[in-house]
């Protein structure tokens, strides 16, 4: 049995759409529930369903073998994990957004400081960052702030609350992670899943 964590979020209808498009019913069946539990068994595959940024955690530990994350939750913080592989879905990006007149950033709000403090060190800008948990399209809007750094998917949240995108900072996708132990011992299985998903032919 492997242990496969996966994230409820954006990434997990993602990996839904994918697993459609290539017919990978088996998983479909189990996965694509209205169930609130917390994992799931198909065949030789536990799935567990954490919260995006506690996936690498699980899969660090060794309570999880696998796990399927967005790169940005690995490039934020860091994991002693196995980065395996790409994975063909979820692809968005890092933009640094705000109001459309705006020309100066001196404060960024974010829930990526580490990603924003980078981009900006690397640009030579002194800029303030403010720590948010989430929905950080209130910060511009309300003055605390003169910009973002957000992910922007299909840029709906940002042309909702009147934000544009003004600087792109990077693109992220889906991103297939490893228990460097379970890697190796397991691997016969870990093999079995991933070809079974079609990441490798
Ligand atoms: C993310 C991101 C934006 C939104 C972008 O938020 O922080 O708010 O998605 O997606 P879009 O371009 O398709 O509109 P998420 O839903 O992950 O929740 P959060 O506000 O808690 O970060």
């Known amino acids: ?11 997990f209808k993602d990996f839904l759409k994918y697993m459609n498009e290539n017919d990978l019913n088996n998983y479909i069946r189990a996965l694509d529930g209205e169930t609130r539990s917390l994992y799931t068994i ?62 100066e950033f001196r404060v960024i709000a974010t829930k990526y400081t580490n990603i924003a403090h980078e981009y900006f060190k690397n640009k030579r800008q002194d800029v303030s960052l403010i720590h948010l948990n989430g929905s950080v399209e209130l910060a511009p809007l309300l003055g605390l702030s003169d910009g973002i750094v957000d992910i922007v998917q299909t840029g709906g949240t940002l042309r909702d609350n009147g934000l544009v995108e ?3 900072i990077m693109d992220i996708h889906a991103r297939l992670i490893a228990n ?10 870990i093999y079995d899943f991933i070809k079974e998903i079609g990441v490798i032919e």
């Open 1 to 11: 049995m492997i242990t496969v964590a996966l994230t409820k979020g954006r990434l």
């Open 166 to 168: 003004h600087e792109k």
């Open 42 to 103: 198909v065949d030789n595959v536990k799935f567990i369903f954490a919260k995006g940024p506690d996936v690498p955690t699980y899969v660090e530990s060794g309570v999880a073998d696998l796990g399927i994350v967005g790169s940005d939750i690995i490039t934020e913080d860091t994991f002693n994990i196995l980065n395996v592989s790409q994975l063909p879905f979820g692809d968005c990006h890092f933009s640094v957004a705000a109001l459309p007149d705006q020309e």
């Open 180 to 189: 460097k132990r379970t890697f190796y011992t397991k691997e016969d299985e």
